[in-house]
């Protein structure tokens, strides 16, 4: 069973388009973080959202934690090719444990 | 600063082998973590360490062990290697719920 769902799980799009990807749980999370992937390398931290109800905004992408701090989604506005790479997101239990989402895997095509 | 560093980059070992994947950082961060990621299941917690002589069991902790005798250094080790350990490993360490993640390691079981 998966604690944070993601959706979607593949997303290739035009550059130029705007797209939103979802972070979904039913367990209640203190922070979400966002990560991105690029292929062969690991995950680099994008942000950190903590407040129910939060919006972060880091250039082109927004960033935003649910009211009840379950779900999360982030917003990309005029997605470019620089843009590919894997979502992910993440959160702490009550312990020291993190615990990731199975991905979004975003292709923008030029 | 050279931030996570992992050994090897590559591996491939026979069934029962054992071996050690080795982790350093030089950000002075008292957690650290070892993940693995499968395809469609994002990264899965194997063992973390909130400092030096503390560790503890993540997800998925079976066949595989840790220690923590500096700051610095978070060394996993696989004790009898198998087939379903074949994945890519990544090291992190961290502060404050955010995570900087190594290059990573794949590992092969045949």
């Known amino acids: 069973t998966q604690l944070l769902e993601q959706s979607p799980q593949f997303l290739s799009i035009q550059e130029g388009e705007n797209l939103t990807v979802y972070c979904n749980s039913s367990?209640?999370?203190?922070?979400l973080q966002w990560y991105r992937q690029e292929p062969g390398e690991g995950p680099v931290l994008l942000v950190t959202v903590v407040t129910g109800g939060e919006v972060k905004k880091l250039k082109r992408l927004t960033f935003q934690f649910g009211d009840a701090r379950k779900d999360s989604s982030l917003h990309i506005t005029a997605a470019q090719p620089g843009d590919t790479g894997l979502y992910l997101c993440?959160?702490?239990?009550?312990?020291?444990?993190?615990?990731f989402g199975t991905g979004t895997s975003l292709t923008v095509i030029p | 600063n050279a931030g996570v560093t992992q050994t090897p980059k590559f591996q491939v070992l026979k069934t029962g082998q054992s071996m050690t994947l080795q982790c350093a950082q030089d950000?002075?961060?008292?957690?650290m973590s070892w993940y693995r990621q499968d395809p469609g299941m994002g990264l899965r917690l194997i063992h973390y360490?909130?400092?030096?002589?503390?560790?503890d069991q993540g997800e998925v902790p079976n066949g595989y062990n840790v220690s923590r005798s500096t700051t610095e250094d978070f060394p996993l080790r696989l004790l009898s290697a198998a087939p379903s350990q074949t994945s890519v490993y990544f090291c992190a360490s961290g502060q404050s719920y955010e995570q900087y993640f190594g290059p990573g390691t794949r590992l092969t079981v045949t």
């Open positions: 950000m002075n961060h008292e957690y």
């Open positions: 360490s909130v400092g030096a002589g503390i560790t």
């Open positions: 367990s209640v999370f203190s922070s």
């Open positions: 993440a959160g702490p239990n009550t312990g020291n444990q993190f615990y």
